[in-house]
């Protein structure tokens, strides 16, 4: 199955030079390429497709802004694109429902890895963006004030899931840590997801912290 792209930035050659890319590898199309995130939506709703890669900070109406209404209306995937591995917006682009996070100066095999793994359902940030990410929730600046109440739709089961799954827990890991089957851990991670209206594990990790189940630098593995 062909995977359609909708590539925008507000630089013509970053956005040519991308779809270029992308457009020459198989099983890849690009169906649009917009110029700020008013035509980022209008070409979302119009050809529906599979990702939108979206610079972060566009005129007009912003890669953020532009990412949470392509999550409302329509099924795609959204990769946030920028040129600081350190951009203050990271949370808030994950948080508008990013799927993906990459530097503009990827390298071309890793934009065409990046666009197929966020097709396929799962979520990617380049290792920078990891380490920011990271950074931030181990000295507290990305963690909002608790909001416990908003697990309260999870089982124990599944919240505990919630809580390995933050701590960087692998599903085979959890697995054991449960001693069941990754089918059954991979069914309450898909619990975890529908309950709580996230998209992939990334956002799980972002909830974990944003409800206080996880205290930045304090995890800690019981079955270890």
Do not use: C, W
Request: proline share 3%; charged share 25%.
């Amino acid at each position: 199955m062909t995977i359609r792209v909708v590539v925008a930035d507000d630089q013509e050659l970053v956005r040519a030079g991308f779809a270029m890319i992308l457009d020459a590898q198989p099983g890849i199309e690009v169906v649009a390429e917009a110029g700020d995130g008013f035509e980022a939506v209008g070409a979302a709703r119009e050809h529906g497709p599979d990702v939108v890669l979206l610079d972060i900070r566009m005129p007009g109406m912003d890669g953020i802004e532009a990412a949470r209404i392509i999550g409302a209306e329509t099924s795609a995937r959204v990769i946030m694109l920028t040129t600081f591995g350190q951009d203050d917006h990271i949370f808030d682009a994950l948080r508008a429902g990013a799927s993906g996070f990459l530097l503009k100066d990827v390298r071309r095999d890793d934009l065409v890895h990046a666009v197929r793994v966020v097709a396929a359902g799962e979520s990617l940030l380049s290792p920078s963006v990891t380490r920011t990410l990271i950074a931030a929730f181990t000295s507290g600046s990305a963690v909002p004030p608790a909001r416990t109440e908003r697990l309260d739709v999870l089982t124990a089961r599944e919240r505990e899931t919630l809580r390995l799954l933050a701590g960087g827990l692998s599903n085979a890991e959890i697995a054991a840590r449960f001693t069941v089957s990754e089918h059954t851990v991979k069914t309450h991670v898909s619990n975890v997801l529908s309950k709580l209206g996230l998209r992939d594990r990334v956002q799980a990790v972002i909830a974990a912290y944003e409800t206080g189940l996880m205290v930045p630098g304090r995890f800690t593995d019981g079955g270890r």
